[in-house]
């Protein structure tokens, strides 16, 4: 089926005879949030509790729901912990705590098993390299490979959690038949464990594909978180979660995809 998150019968339909969802929908980009907040929100806050309330009226018994490292912000103390209180920055990730908070209040008023997977920084295949909003690792692969200078903003010493996709998509099926006392109700960070800056991808992004340029440095975004690191163990613990693919294998297969593509 083809839909849109903003049409509620449209989610309704989609739901009717299903046990589980896997909520990824949304317009995944802080910089489009900042400039565009109103179509921020009614696709990620509006949409959210479409599909919670389709979900709650066919009798869904679970929804995972992909929630964003970004809700942590800015604030001090790292590996990001999920009894941190979060201090989401720019209308994104306030929307997807919005989001989070949602499905635990679905889960405590109606008994809906709800499940928040808060990913870092995911990248992998098939990720559009040409929007303005593309992942950046995307993008840099594909002007590395067609001798194009890649843009940082800021001295590139940020560092992220980054996350080959799947592991995503492991912890989504993991979550999916985890035991309800484990899980329900409950906000797991789903990453690798491990900081890499900007600069250090730049390096491995151009080993990997054969690129020899620089890279511009221009001023920072508004909005961006400038590190990342996730401490993994509550998802280890309550689903058995465990990175499969590590940053540099990822990147390789990535790369791989896009030559393979292009």
């Known amino acids: 089926m083809e839909g849109d998150l903003r049409d509620a ?16 929908g949304a317009l995944p980009s802080v910089p489009r949030s900042v400039r565009e907040p109103r179509a921020s929100h009614e696709a990620n806050i509006d949409g959210t ?36 209180t979060p201090q989401p920055i720019a209308p ?30 995911i990248f992998g295949p098939r990720q559009t390299p040409d ?37 995503a998509v492991w912890a989504n099926l993991l979550a999916l038949e985890a035991p309800a006392e484990k899980v329900a109700g409950r906000v797991f960070n789903i990453a690798c ?28 975004r508004v909005g961006d978180v400038r590190d990342s690191l996730a401490d993994v163990s509550a998802a280890r613990e309550a689903m058995g979660y465990v990175p499969v693919v590590g940053f540099r294998e990822g990147l390789r297969r990535t790369v791989e995809w896009h030559k393979d593509s292009g």
């Not at 019968?9 to 990824?24: D, I, K, Q, S, T």
């Not at 309330?53 to 490292?69: D, H, I, L, M, Q």
């Not at 950046?136 to 080959?164: C, H, L, N, S």
């Not at 464990?193 to 001023?219: D, F, K, Q, W």
């Open 49 to 84: 509790f479409n599909v919670l309330e389709a979900a709650r009226t066919e009798g869904v018994r679970r929804v995972v729901y992909a929630g964003s490292s970004s809700a942590y912000g800015n604030q001090p103390g790292f590996p990001r912990r999920e009894t941190m």
């Open 92 to 121: 994104y990730p306030v929307q997807k705590l919005a989001g989070e908070l949602y499905m635990q209040s679905y889960w405590r008023v109606y008994g809906l098993e709800t499940v928040c997977l808060r990913y870092f920084n």
């Open 193 to 220: 464990g491990e900081r890499h800056t900007l600069n250090e991808m730049v390096a491995v992004l151009s080993e990997l594909t054969g690129y020899a340029g620089g890279v511009r440095y221009g001023a920072e």
């Open 131 to 167: 929007s303005p909003y593309s992942g950046v690792v995307a993008k840099w692969i594909v002007q590395m490979m067609r001798g194009e200078q890649p843009a940082i903003f800021g001295d590139g010493e940020q560092g992220r959690d980054f996350t080959y996709v799947e592991n």
């Open 9 to 24: 019968e449209a989610v309704r339909a989609a739901c009717e005879g299903v046990e589980f969802v896997l909520h990824l």
